[in-house]
């Protein structure tokens, strides 16, 4: 019996105390005082307390791995024997559950009506490698040449006439070419056909444009900023089409789709704008400055700020500790040497702005496993979001077809939230609660349809009051069991709670037993 096999510390029965709740709010709006009245008199209280440090393979949330096509053969590998001082081998998919595969428009589309991720054998590598390791992927398509090794958009688009330019010996086209933006859709389209599954792909970097793909330095075929709004317009309608269930983000920059990257510490006026404008439409956020003390300044932690649980910000560093960059002259002095300085650094300002995803770029995943591997640990049980309920109430013997009420708590224990109310998502998860028979199977599911995980924020516990009638169940024994659900599968289970394994039975944590007569 389920009540015997309850574990004293983690799923306990107990008498509603007065003090538990002062920081509750009910779901419809009514004071915490007021919840004691609205359970039923002899309803069961469900205590559950959380599990803080188990790897919760969650979309929007938790570590990404970066890759490129130019990874050496033994990626894998070295990712699966990762050293961590004090401790032995680790396998980092143990601790990141997407790889962001950051790579060319050439690479990907190295003819017309040819893709790399079918014909590329690096590229298949890696995907089928993240698969293997059940992890999730996310792309950024990058199309801008400078700064790289070889010409980055396809050779094809070029002969076909498109107008572009060249910088340092490369050539790089104009965003604002209309047969560049014909064969560009042709191609985001032939992605989204292949990665449109929210299953399988976390997110899409919408932008790809200027330097490095973040979207700043950009040029146009008019040698002036004309077409700056028109091209973002164009782009952002573009991937929001393409991928509707899939989460498109865009850099939050101060000179998005502008040419400049850098102004001492100046910033554009129209940038924020721009952005709004997007963010409207359906856009998510990141910014690939994290950490360094200037790039990443007051605009961008102010507009984090506004946007905290509107939409999820993704984080990537900006110092590469290795051989590139004298990251010991930012201004918060970190020293050389120490690339655990870098470290911290972006961790705080990951904290600062709630992010809800976090980096390990090639080249740097090393330093955070050798340097600062309490910190990855730390952002796994602290960081993006991390879902639990801590009080359930329900009934134990019904009558069928008789009217019950079920009064459920829940907190957020990430600084980041649960992004339901993204477009892509559209309130897609939901709390449910099932009924359950010995053998674990679930019999009926009831969808608490007023639950809104994103309003989830840490320190404000979210208070339901559920009534339901159970019509169509068959009089039995059962379990109540509770579970985040996904309403576009069949409320099947959408996303892992943060409770311990042992009350856990294929997503859904069984609660109390309970007699339908």
């Not at 990762?82 to 990907?108: C, E, F, N």
């Not at 950024?140 to 090794?149: A, P």
């Not at 932690?301 to 905290?308: H, L, Q, S, T, V």
């Not at 008789?402 to 957020?412: F, P, S, Y």
Request: charged fraction near 25%; proline fraction near 5%.
């Amino acid at each position: 019996m389920m009540k015997g096999k309850m574990k004293v510390g983690f799923l306990v029965s107990i008498f509603l105390g007065s003090m538990a709740l002062q920081a509750a709010n009910l779901g419809d709006g009514k004071p915490a005082s007021a919840l004691k009245e609205n359970l039923a008199r002899d309803n069961k209280i469900i205590r559950i307390e959380p599990d803080r440090q188990r790897l919760l393979r969650n979309p929007q949330t938790g570590w990404v791995l970066y890759a490129t096509p130019g990874v050496k053969e033994d990626f894998w590998e070295k990712c699966d024997h990762m050293q961590v001082p004090g401790v032995g081998t680790v396998k980092v998919s143990d601790y990141a559950h997407t790889l962001y595969i950051r790579t060319s428009w050439k690479k990907l589309n190295p003819k017309e009506n040819v893709y790399g991720w079918n014909t590329d054998p690096m590229l298949k590598m890696l995907i089928e490698g993240a698969r293997a390791r059940n992890m999730r992927l996310a792309f950024r398509v990058v199309v801008d040449s400078r700064d790289k090794g070889y010409d980055f958009t396809p050779d094809f688009v070029r002969k076909a006439g498109t107008k572009g330019f060249v910088w340092r010996g490369r050539w790089s086209t104009y965003p604002d070419d209309p047969i560049f933006q014909k064969y560009y859709e042709k191609f985001v389209w032939a992605l989204a056909k292949d990665f449109g599954n929210p299953e399988e792909v976390d997110f899409i970097d919408g932008t790809g444009l200027g330097k490095w793909g973040e979207y700043h330095t950009t040029l146009y075929s008019t040698g002036d900023e004309m077409p700056r709004k028109p091209v973002l317009d164009w782009l952002s309608d573009l991937y929001l089409k393409a991928f509707k269930n899939v989460p498109v983000v865009i850099n939050y920059h101060r000179f998005v789709g502008a040419g400049k990257d850098w102004d001492d510490n100046k910033y554009d006026l129209d940038s924020e704008f721009l952005l709004d404008d997007v963010v409207e439409k359906g856009y998510s956020l990141r910014h690939d400055a994290f950490g360094m003390g200037l790039y990443y300044g007051e605009w961008e932690r102010d507009f984090a700020k506004k946007y905290f649980g509107v939409r999820p910000i993704l984080m990537e560093g900006g110092w590469i500790t290795g051989k590139i960059h004298s990251f010991w002259v930012d201004p918060r002095n970190y020293r050389k040497g120490h690339p655990e300085d870098v470290r911290q650094g972006e961790f705080d300002d990951s904290k600062e702005a709630r992010v809800n995803m976090m980096d390990f770029r090639v080249g740097e995943t090393e330093s955070w496993f050798h340097n600062t591997f309490p910190l990855v640990q730390q952002f796994i049980s602290e960081g993006g979001y991390r879902l639990y309920p801590d009080m359930i109430s329900v009934p134990t013997d019904v009558v069928k077809n008789q009217k019950l009420r079920i009064i459920h708590r829940w907190n957020n224990l990430g600084w980041g939230y649960c992004p339901t109310n993204i477009p892509q998502w559209n309130q897609k998860y939901k709390v449910a609660f099932a009924l359950m028979d010995s053998q674990n199977r679930v019999q009926k599911v009831f969808v608490d349809k007023q639950t809104d995980l994103s309003k989830w924020m840490q320190g404000i516990p979210a208070v339901y009051t559920f009534d339901l009638c159970l019509k169509g169940v068959v009089p039995g024994n059962y379990y109540w069991a509770v579970g985040l659900v996904d309403t576009t599968k069949d409320n099947t289970i959408g996303l892992e709670m943060a409770v311990p394994e042992n009350l856990l039975s294929a997503g859904w944590a069984k609660l109390q037993e309970v007699t339908v007569r």
